[in-house]
């Protein structure tokens, strides 16, 4: 019997090793496995390669949270201002940045997920994101070559999920999340709610089972406001 709930954060994290890739989902706190996140904190891994669309706010919470820990090595994001941890490590020389703008971190990723190696965009072309990359013209315009992103890890939000690990995003918690489900090689969920099998319509699930590896249910809610976050990142 397909069973891919799992008790615990703490037990859906477990034998993420040291080095390891982790893409995390969500858009600012919409979509982000906070959870999950804490889980890995406690676990103590380190010399990570986060890849996420922003660096957090504060060291008490999401993304922030790993890098003020120092747990991580490198971010690959599209928004690494207004994160205290970041600017402090990076300060520091204590953490590597590469900045991808963000429609092309979003197509690296759903690449590397569909087992494509490499795209070419003319976004970032003439500045310094494309310093050392291929250049090639097509129409005329130059575009930037860009290679997928892949990762040993995804730790995902979703608002439904049942045991066979198929999920169903809400509204703008379907951001990044399935993506990077299809991306990584152990994708690892944290969902709202858990029904049962037949319950999910097939046009209803936004990742099948088979690209998840462990679901946890923690009915969490919604997060804060985004005023709120941005009060608490510039506090």
């Not at 590896?213 to 976050?229: C, E, K, Q």
């Amino acid at each position: 019997m397909i069973n891919r709930i799992v008790a615990s954060a703490e037990e859906a994290v477990a034998g993420i090793a040291d080095g390891s890739v982790v893409m995390i989902g969500g858009f600012g706190d919409v979509g982000q496995p906070h959870h999950l996140i804490n889980a890995l904190a406690d676990s103590g891994a380190r010399e990570l390669t986060v890849v996420a669309n922003n660096a957090g706010s504060t060291a008490e919470s999401g993304v922030g949270k790993l890098i003020g820990n120092g747990q991580v090595r490198k971010m690959i994001c599209s928004f690494p201002r207004f994160s205290k941890p970041f600017e402090e490590r990076w300060a520091a020389r204590e953490i590597e940045l590469e900045l991808v703008p963000q429609g092309s971190l979003a197509e690296r990723i759903r690449a590397g997920g569909a087992g494509i190696a490499a795209f070419y965009t003319p976004t970032g072309y003439g500045t310094a994101l494309a310093e050392g990359k291929d250049v090639r013209y097509f129409d005329g315009v130059p575009h930037v070559m860009e290679l997928g992103l892949k990762a040993d890890v995804a730790l995902l939000e979703c608002w439904q999920a049942d045991r066979w690990g198929n999920l169903r995003f809400r509204t703008s918690g379907r951001n990044f999340n399935p993506m990077m489900g299809l991306a990584a090689r152990l994708t690892i969920v944290q969902s709202q709610h858990v029904v049962e099998l037949g319950d999910l319509h097939a046009d209803d699930i936004h990742l099948p089972g088979v690209a998840v590896n462990r679901v946890v249910h923690i009915p969490y809610g919604d997060p804060a406001p985004a005023s709120s976050t941005r009060e608490r990142s510039v506090a």
